[in-house]
């Protein structure tokens, strides 16, 4: 058995994930439910601190929802405003809103804080 203990480098890390493995089918209220709770707790932290996810680009991330769900460009017209608006905040002409990051959070379920991260704009060649 796996000592209790913090992951400090990959070998441990790799030892926890394979005690987590070997625990994974632990029942409910048992001593091994309670190690398993434990390691996943530690792993957690662990990957937090060496492996984080970096949250996507937030017109990346409106694209890829629009896609996903089968949507286009003119059904955010009604979440973004007019076409026009629409088609600057997609080309990185014009920056999101917080109304719009509002909007588009309660309308299509994009997280907020993907949102509200900072993305380049492009300047209008006009």
């Known amino acids: 058995m796996l000592e209790l203990r913090p ?4 070998a441990d890390y ?3 994930l394979d005690e987590i493995a070997r625990l994974f089918d632990a029942q409910k209220n ?3 439910c309670d ?5 996943t707790t530690l792993v957690e932290v662990y990957e937090q ?18 896609e996903s769900r089968g949507l286009s460009w003119q059904d955010l017209e009604s979440i973004i405003g007019n076409r026009g608006e629409v088609t600057l905040v997609l080309h990185r002409q014009q920056p999101l809103t917080l109304d719009m990051i509002r909007r588009l959070h309660s309308c299509l379920g994009i997280p907020a804080e993907v949102l509200i991260q900072p993305y380049a704009l492009h300047k209008n060649s006009a």
Request: aromatic letters at 10%; zero cysteines.
């Open 7 to 10: 992951i400090r480098n990959e």
């Open 14 to 16: 790799r030892a926890v």
């Open 30 to 32: 048992t001593p091994e």
């Open 35 to 39: 190690r398993l709770e434990v390691l």
């Open 49 to 66: 601190q060496h492996y984080p996810i970096i949250p996507p680009d937030p017109i990346e991330a409106i694209l890829y929802y629009l």
